[in-house]
């Protein structure tokens, strides 16, 4: 078996934590390049040394003495810093693992893609905001990306041996998160608390409430429309409240391929990290006689305008979907701050939209921050919180 | 676009006349080699003409004057009987549908498979009674085998880019037939009438009953455990009425990976016809949200002890798929002529498999049907009925 060379931007978040956890489990087959995170120093330098990684890089240059005194007498190097973070990535590796949340990673991510192998990607904006200037990299560079979201990773599994060009629509399942039955007059006076309460998975607040509004699917929706290039009219969202069904492709002979497993990312980071093959994950096998049934229902683009709102932003194109996803952080925040009412997240996105149809499309990574700067700044104008 | 040259073996059956109608529609794409009937000539000729085969062939030779007589003044070579027909299996094609219903078929398909294109198999008794022989031509000829019957058609499709190494599972879905809900009082005066009424799929007499005793889904998993080599413990049953998710593969990582889709022939047939690629056929698209729910449960092999049997009879191998198969076949007659009770199909098979450990394996075709005629045998004389 041969050694492979593994990144892993985002070492001690979850998606890291899942990637390192399966790495435990074969660790013969693994050199370990580069590890990074935003400034947790002590736990980045405990994985470093535990993996003997070559590099291991804080985001956050103020943590950089406390990763160098953890990591003094070892062979590992301690770097920090953006420019650092960046170079990490550049190192070769077989497959780079680009988990680092929010416009912190799109630079290192794009270092990734530069080199040409494979990237498995579980960062939102690298799509969402900078997804023209990254598929064009990646067409560039011959790179390979694999979707580590559930969904993406889902219907990269179902295309495997198909031609997009086959290929009638490729549906996206949703929770429906934990307002999928609430009235209106219900989710006017939804709480944060309530808002981060998801059903089947354990998340973060942001991406909790996001589940709530359903931008998270929108987003996701965004995503697939860059990973997966058949056309937005082909692209759906069905609400599946089990989360078993994790997405499925329809063929033009009526065929549909579905990929199903447990809520628990260390199938698609798996599937990542063995493609194209496959390895062990120490999960229990799919019991549907025991989970009995599977539902599914249309979405509600009333109670939930979300996913409405990405489609729209996804047609319009250019840097709309990246002012879309920042005019819905700072909203949630606010949201969660108790600044303002759950259904007016929606609204502030869709405000910030509508104010918004000057934006030049982005043909940078600087456009991308830019834009996303800007759409902040009009977010919070928009919310009166400036 | 390159042209096919196609036969179709079984021509005027079920199978044969939904390839036909997917032939038509792309209608330059094909050049049809050789069709055959049983002993439909009026129909046969219609189709030979309609789709300029080369060769028309009715199995049965009594009918070939009328045969000739319809296809007097036309192109179309006529010929009959049984050497007649697999000389016709033997002519080149670049794919070949092998839908002779029972062992009259196994000979042609021999053919057909030893020529070492493709073969699109929905003979039944080829992988039942003959699996060892027809896999080992397979083998030796370089033939690639395609699965016209849904469900391993799904699972082929499931397969798609992956290794059988790499499969924790492979669970085939049944619909649990229209005795699903009966309790085992009522299978015990259960009529031939009831039998026939299938939940999904319009069918014959013979398969319906099949489908109520459950002896379908036992036979799919003996032909799925010739076609997929996973060992038998990995290859599952589970009862799932809706029909809609036509089965499945489960890999080691925890994803499984569903073929779902209309109850309609065309779907499977279409993806035989076009692979690797994918080609139209006019079904309409997958609607889980006005489908609502797919249930699930684990079969209950006390009511319905068939899956069982045919599990033991592939564990021991040898003549006994083959063995149960004709078995079954008899006492199916037997039931539908109203000389046995439903109750008493599983138990005939039950008896004949007992009394047969004597069966030396099959090592040829006319060893299959030697053993065929005798099992036919053994079971009208467990009936008492010769």
Request: charge should be negative; include cysteine.
């Amino acid at each position: 078996m041969t050694v492979r060379r593994i990144s892993i931007l985002g070492a001690t978040g979850s998606v890291g934590s899942s990637t390192l956890d399966l790495i435990r489990q074969d660790r013969d087959r693994w050199q370990v390049v580069a590890l990074t995170a935003n400034c947790q120093a002590q736990e980045l330098a405990r994985l470093a040394r535990e993996f003997s990684a070559e590099v291991a890089v804080v985001a956050d240059e103020a943590h950089l003495p406390e990763l160098r005194g953890a990591l003094n007498g070892t062979p590992v190097t301690a770097a920090g810093g953006a420019a650092a973070l960046t170079e990490a990535a550049a190192r070769p590796a077989d497959i780079t693992v680009a988990a680092i949340v929010g416009c912190a990673g799109l630079a290192p991510t794009m270092a990734a893609i530069e080199q040409g192998q494979v990237v498995a990607l579980a960062n939102k904006e690298a799509l969402v905001s900078a997804g023209d200037v990254m598929m064009a990299a990646v067409e560039r560079a011959g790179t390979v990306l694999l979707p580590v979201d559930s969904e993406h990773n889902a219907i990269f599994q179902c295309l495997a041996g198909n031609d997009l060009a086959h290929v009638r629509s490729i549906t996206l399942t949703a929770s429906g998160g934990p307002f999928r039955d609430w009235s209106a007059a219900q989710l006017a006076v939804a709480t944060p608390a309530q808002a981060v309460r998801h059903p089947n998975w354990a998340m973060g607040a942001k991406i909790s409430v996001d589940s709530a509004t359903m931008f998270n699917k929108g987003l996701e929706l965004i995503e697939a429309w860059h990973l997966f290039p058949v056309g937005l009219d082909r692209l759906r969202i069905i609400v599946h409240p089990q989360s078993v069904v994790h997405s499925m492709v329809e063929y033009r002979d009526g065929s549909t391929l579905a990929q199903l497993g447990p809520s628990d990312m260390r199938v698609p980071i798996a599937s990542c990290l063995a493609w194209p093959g496959r390895m062990d994950t120490p999960l229990p096998p799919l019991d549907l006689a025991a989970l009995g049934e599977l539902t599914f229902r249309a979405p509600d683009e009333v109670r939930f305008p979300a996913t409405r709102l990405c489609r729209e932003a996804a047609e319009a194109g250019g840097a709309m979907p990246a002012l879309l996803n920042a005019a819905n952080e700072v909203a949630v925040a606010a949201f969660l701050a108790g600044q303002i009412s759950f259904t007016r997240i929606a609204d502030t996105v869709a405000q910030v939209l509508d104010v918004s149809n000057d934006a030049a499309p982005p043909r940078s990574l600087d456009d991308v921050l830019w834009i996303d700067r800007a759409a902040r700044q009009r977010a919070q104008s928009v919310l009166e919180l400036v």
